[in-house]
């Protein structure tokens, strides 16, 4: 079975910098899926943030270009999110799945608070 675990959220102070990690495990040809990063905040539906095809090509929300970076490990099933110059509209819970209408099983998130 496919599990997800997000992780490196956080409090930040505006403008501040964290580095979230998602951890793919079972049955999965990471290698091979398009990857990214979605955020959620309460009353509102999941939002596209990055992905990363296995080609290495990358994808942004218009709201983070040229601040987060998405990379990804394949050896180690891993993929990353690399924020700075964090805006408080940037909290969220912060996950991480495959994009494409088969989603794997969603994980917990992890939560990230931009907060003076």
């Known amino acids: 079975q496919v599990q997800l675990v997000e992780s490196g959220g956080g409090l930040v102070q505006p403008g501040g910098s964290l580095t979230l990690s998602c951890t793919v495990s079972?049955?999965?040809?990471?290698?091979?899926?398009?990857v990214g990063w979605y955020r959620q905040t309460p009353g509102k539906g999941r939002e596209f943030v990055a992905s990363?095809?296995?080609?290495?090509?990358?994808k942004y929300a218009d709201s983070v270009k040229g601040r987060f970076t998405i990379s990804r490990d394949n050896a180690k099933s891993t993929l990353y999110l690399q924020m700075n110059g964090l805006k408080f509209d940037d909290t969220a819970v912060y996950y991480c799945?495959?994009?494409?209408?088969?989603?794997?099983?969603w994980g917990q998130g992890t939560q990230v608070t931009v907060s003076s």
């Open positions: 079972g049955r999965v040809f990471y290698s091979h899926a398009t």
């Open positions: 990363v095809a296995p080609t290495g090509l990358t």
């Open positions: 799945n495959r994009i494409t209408s088969l989603t794997w099983p």
